[in-house]
């Protein structure tokens, strides 16, 4: 979760490391800190809480450097506390290092160091690193070998800067194994290195990518790239098109609610160029499979974590139906860690906004080792699950900054069912027609999103009726189950307020016994086959005094009777539904949140990146 920004050039590395960090700030921290290396020595700030207690303590002791590195961490070893933040440094302050991951051998290696005379100022893993460099660089090695020595030393996935104040306008960078990305950004007279695109994105989109068993040396006039072994490594930098100016709130009252809105036109974007409705077809270029190669496909895994995983389960609603294939939908943070089937026959779509979730790389290299063709839909171009994978298929939903998943998740929808489509006709199970209306409808989509957006009057209202409430049940029926667990995700990762989500079939094998007037109930109910059902569950909630919120299709006024409060949304395939239905409990949980005071952009505990296990 933790981010990484380092700058070598001819402007104030402080301002910039300090910038860059406010922009990472959606990955989740706890304190942060930057190093900066000023006449001779390095000299680091550090304070915990947010990144204003660090400007507050540049304030008071400003830097001056041309060449520096920074942090904002989320503890993992060690409480938040100031002596804990990164920048962390040896015995003699001459090595400085920022690290994501997590040292698994730390302990061994730092009872050895402390029996060779090292002094110890943190509880972190992190330390260690610092320390390991200080000894092979008292045995004679450059900074790069000696953090080659380093990396072999070490157990675990890493991502790790380092600056040693007897080496001026130098940085080092390495990776190892899957604890996020590190970018390198070309300017002139300058290069930046960075955990996430947007850290950088202001002053360059020339871009390289470190890659698993690669490691950088960072100069003000470029950067050199190497495997750990010493094998140099050629790199073309790649431009990427995203306006830095995009990931402005744009006056909007939080990033959340910006993204919100801003769904039409990422599922525009989402499905822009890849679809002809006469005749029916999808175009995915970036897949990398033929329709022959999708024909023998057999079976289908799909791999997220948290949000993706919900777009996971309605992407198996889709593929099975549309496809008739098997397919199961799996967290990828569970994925690894049992013995998973997969062989040539199956296809692995591994879901993830950012492309750098470290659960999601390891399940991908997993399904990899085992045979499987593996294809990731992703948000961030360049990350390393699109270069892990076989093949891709990009959102294009723009930079979401704020931590809860809103406009991303519903284009990861939009992607699947392109992706279903796609797989349906190669199997020959769905006719033209069919295809061609699903592919009207979700054509429909970003129109319908839009119109969904303007009726936002009531939220604030349902906010203020039920703000104080300590829990909420979310129900819902075959594919709209999955936007039931999704309602209940947002609302409580963002308002704090207990929610559970369940098929509204189960809820009378134990949820029922909770229903009384302090449960409400969110129902989602669009006309589907299923509508029915729902609404004999409905009923069951109001026959023991429950509250009702229903989300139902347009038109449906006999649902009025049943339910306390009705919203809206437009008619739809029932197959893409879960893209309009989730759009009012995004609302209902942003506007909860707000009435309730909380900090909507970036809930507590939470990140947007998850790059430790």
Known sequence: MCGIVGYVGHRDAGTILYDGLR???????????????????????????????LREALDREPLSGAMGIGHTRWATHGRPAEHNAHPHADCHGNVVVVHNGIVENYVA??????????????ETDTEVIAHLLEKWRGLGHD??????????????????????????????????????????????????????????????????????GEMATIEWTGARFAKHDGTLVNKTPTVIPWDPIGAARGGYRHFMLKEIHEQPRSLSDTIGGRISVDPPATFLDDLNISDDDLRAIQRV???????????????????????????????????????????????????????????????????????????AAVNVVGCQASRVADGVIYLHAGPEIA?????????????????????GAAHGTLRHEDEARLLQALIEIPGQVAELLERDAQYEHLAE???????????????????????????????????????????????IALIDEDMPVVAIAPSDRVYDKIVNNIEQ???????????????????????????????????????????????????????????????????KSVTVE
């Not at 990472?24 to 000023?38: P, Q, T």
């Not at 791999?303 to 967290?331: S, V």
């Not at 239905?581 to 909860?592: D, E, F, K, V």
Request: one cysteine or more.
């Open 23 to 53: 922009r990472l700030e959606y990955r989740g921290y706890d304190s942060a800190g930057i190093a900066v290396l000023e006449g001779g020595e390095v000299e680091i700030r550090r304070a915990v809480g947010k990144l204003d207690a």
């Open 109 to 122: 290696l730092r009872d050895t160091l402390r029996a060779d005379g090292h002094r110890f100022a943190s």
């Open 143 to 212: 900074l790069p070998e000696a953090l080659c020595r380093t990396l072999a030393e070490l157990r675990g996935n890493h991502a790790i800067l380092a600056i040693d104040r007897r080496v001026p306008d130098l940085i080092v960078a390495a990776r190892l194994g899957n604890a996020g990305g590190l970018t390198i950004g070309f300017g002139k007279g300058e290069t930046f290195v960075a955990s996430d695109l947007p850290a950088i994105l202001d002053h360059t989109r020339d871009m390289a990518f470190l890659d698993d």
């Open 301 to 375: 895994v799909l791999l997220g974590c948290g949000t993706a995983w919900h777009a996971c389960l309605c992407g198996k609603f889709m593929i099975e139906e549309l496809a008739r294939i098997p397919c199961e939908a799996d967290y990828a943070d569970e994925f690894r860690y049992r013995e998973p089937i997969v062989d040539a026959k199956t296809l692995v779509i591994a879901v993830t906004q950012s492309g750098e979730s470290v659960d999601v790389l390891v399940s991908m290299a997993e399904a990899k080792r085992r045979g499987a063709r593996v294809i």
């Open 403 to 423: 931590v809860a998943s809103t406009k991303a998740f519903t284009s990861m929808l939009a992607a699947l069912a392109l992706v279903a489509t796609r797989l």
């Open 465 to 511: 009726l039920f703000h104080r409430k300590a829990d909420f049940l979310f129900l819902g029926r075959g594919i709209s189950y999955v936007i039931a667990l999704e309602g209940a995700l947002k609302l409580k990762e963002i308002s704090y307020i207990h929610a559970e989500g369940y098929p509204a079939g189960e809820m009378k094998h134990g949820p």
């Open 541 to 607: 909630v109001k026959a023991r005094g429950g509250t009702v919120i229903a989300i139902a299709t347009d038109g449906n006024d006999a649902i009025k009777a049943v339910a306390d409060h009705v919203i809206y949304v437009p008619a739809t395939d029932p197959r893409l539904s879960p893209i309009l239905t989730t759009i009012p409990c995004q609302l209902l949980a942003y506007y909860m949140a707000v009435r309730r005071g909380c900090d909507v952009d970036q809930p507590r505990n939470l990140a």
